[in-house]
T-cell receptor, first 114, second 116 residues
Framework: GDSVTQMEGPVTLSEEAFLTINCTYT??????LFWYVQYPGEGLQLLLK?????DKGSNKGFEATYRKETTSFHLEKGSVQVSDSAVYFC?????????????FGKGTRLSVIA | GAGVSQTPSNKVTEKGKYVELRCDPI?????LYWYRQSLGQGPEFLIY????????DSGLPNDRFFAVRPEGSVSTLKIQRTERGDSAVYLC??????????????FGPGTRLTVL
C-alpha cells in the first residue's frame, strides 16, 4: 500500500540555519504530496502542497519539490526562526483531485534555538 | 470563520467502558475524516464520510469502532469496550467536495483519549 517515510527527529538547529527534512514516498498512480505542521498546542495545518511531478510548493519561506524520479518531497528552508519550532509531517493523497484520506509519515520534531 | 471543533478535548476512561467523541466540521464542508494519532506517530486514517454516508471505513481497526454522521454535519466516533491500546489523539478533519481539484483538509485540535 501507499506509504511515507520521513527522517526521524528530533532536529535541533540554531536560528538562521538551513533546514532540510527528508521525505520519500511509495504510491501507485499519481499522488499529491503535502507537508503539514503542528505547532505546540495547535492542530495540524497545511504548510504546502504539490499535485504533480516537478511542482514546487512554497509557503512561509519553506519549499518542497515533487520529484517523481526519486519519489521524494524534501522540505527546505534557508533560514529557520525560533517560531518554526514544531512537528512537521509529510503526507500523500493517492489522487490529485477529489476527496481521499491522507497517508502520513511519522513526523519530525524541529527545535530552533536562539 | 469557525474551524473544525472537537469535544471533549480530553477524555479519561476505564478499560471496558464506552466513549463517544464528537466532531463539528467547518460549515458547508461535506467531506469529514477521522484519524488516530498515537504517541510518536503520524495520523492514521480511520473513516471518511461524504455527506451522511461512510465512503471509506477501511481504517477502522475492528468492530469496536463505529462512526456516524446522521445529518451530514456533526459526526460522532464511538468506541465500545475500550482497551488501553485505544489511547491516542483522535483527529477530525473536514473539506469541501469537488471532484475536479484537490480539497484541503482542515484539522481540528483533537481529542486525547486515555484508557486506564
Amino acid at each position: 500500500g501507499d506509504s511515507v517515510t520521513q527522517m526521524e527527529g528530533p532536529v535541533t538547529l540554531s536560528e538562521e540555519a538551513f533546514l532540510t527534512i527528508n521525505c520519500t514516498y511509495t504510491a501507485t498512480g499519481y499522488p499529491s504530496l503535502f507537508w503539514y505542521v503542528q505547532y505546540p498546542g495547535e492542530g495540524l495545518q497545511l504548510l504546502l502542497k504539490a499535485t504533480k511531478a516537478d511542482d514546487k510548493g512554497s509557503n512561509k519561506g519553506f519549499e518542497a519539490t515533487y520529484r517523481k524520479e526519486t519519489t521524494s518531497f524534501h522540505l527546505e528552508k534557508g533560514s529557520v526562526q525560533v517560531s518554526d519550532s514544531a512537528v512537521y509531517f509529510c503526507a500523500l493523497s493517492p489522487r490529485n483531485s477529489g476527496n481521499t484520506p491522507l497517508v502520513f509519515g511519522k513526523g519530525t520534531r524541529l527545535s530552533v534555538i536562539a | 470563520g469557525a474551524g473544525v471543533s472537537q469535544t471533549p478535548s480530553n477524555k479519561v476512561t476505564e478499560k471496558g467502558k464506552y466513549v463517544e467523541l464528537r466532531c463539528d466540521p467547518i460549515s458547508g464542508h461535506t467531506a469529514l475524516y477521522w484519524y488516530r494519532q498515537s504517541l510518536g506517530q503520524g495520523p492514521e486514517f480511520l473513516i471518511y464520510f461524504q455527506g451522511t454516508g461512510a465512503a471509506d471505513d477501511s481504517g477502522l481497526p475492528n468492530d469496536r469502532f463505529f462512526a456516524v454522521r446522521p445529518e451530514g454535519s456533526v459526526s460522532t466516533l464511538k468506541i465500545q469496550r475500550t482497551e488501553r491500546g485505544d489511547s491516542a489523539v483522535y483527529l477530525c478533519a473536514s473539506s469541501r467536495a469537488s471532484a475536479h481539484s484537490y480539497n484541503e483538509q482542515f484539522f481540528g485540535p483533537g481529542t486525547r483519549l486515555t484508557v486506564l
